[in-house]
């Protein structure tokens, strides 16, 4: 498999967790939903806020002159859920434009403190799968601690449904 269809169904399985995991929130109370407890963005809002937040910023960064900037999550689960589907919309267009040399090629940006950084788009795409993948497991556990915890998130488990086997848990 080449690193452009890894990265792409890297994507792909991003989208695919993301939703289940806004889902799993969609069972919690307004309360539950913004309760504080302790994560790194505080709560289940607060880390879906910043896992969609992150990844808009990260495309922005990638795509700077194409389709300008993407609005911000509010926090509430709605605008999240609008959010992640307006940025994977954006990013699968944004992919199938993309060779797999130009996963070589170097994205220059400034970070959040204001420090300039230049980096190769592979590894940077496959960084905003990794945080997201860091922030969504916070979440699981937390929507976990509130009873409503998402199914199982692992890679193999999109692998399996998205070639149609029925995944066992042995």
């Known amino acids: 498999m080449s690193q452009l269809a890894q990265v792409t169904s890297l994507y792909a399985y991003n989208e695919w967790a993301n939703g289940h995991v806004i889902d799993a929130a969609s069972a919690l109370t307004e309360d539950d939903y ?19 937040g992150a990844q808009t910023l990260w495309l922005g960064r990638f795509n700077s002159a194409g389709g300008g900037k993407l609005p911000e999550a509010d926090g509430s689960l709605g605008g999240v859920r609008r959010l992640n589907a307006t940025f994977h919309t954006r990013l699968r267009d944004f992919l199938a434009f993309l060779g797999e040399s130009d996963l070589a090629s170097a994205v220059s940006y400034v970070d959040t403190r204001g420090s300039a950084h230049e980096h190769p ?5 496959v960084h905003v799968v990794n945080h997201g993948t860091h922030h969504r497991a916070e979440a699981a556990m937390l929507l976990t601690s509130l009873g409503h915890g998402p199914r199982q998130l692992d890679y193999v488990f999109f692998e399996l ?5 029925e995944p066992r848990l042995t």
């Not at 302790?38 to 910043?50: D, E, I, P, Q, T």
């Not at 449904?161 to 086997?165: F, H, K, M």
């Open 34 to 52: 913004g309760r504080d407890l302790g994560a790194s963005f505080g709560s289940v809002r607060g880390n879906l806020a910043h896992i969609v």
């Open 161 to 165: 449904e998205r070639t149609g086997v």
């Open 121 to 125: 788009l592979g590894p940077l795409l």
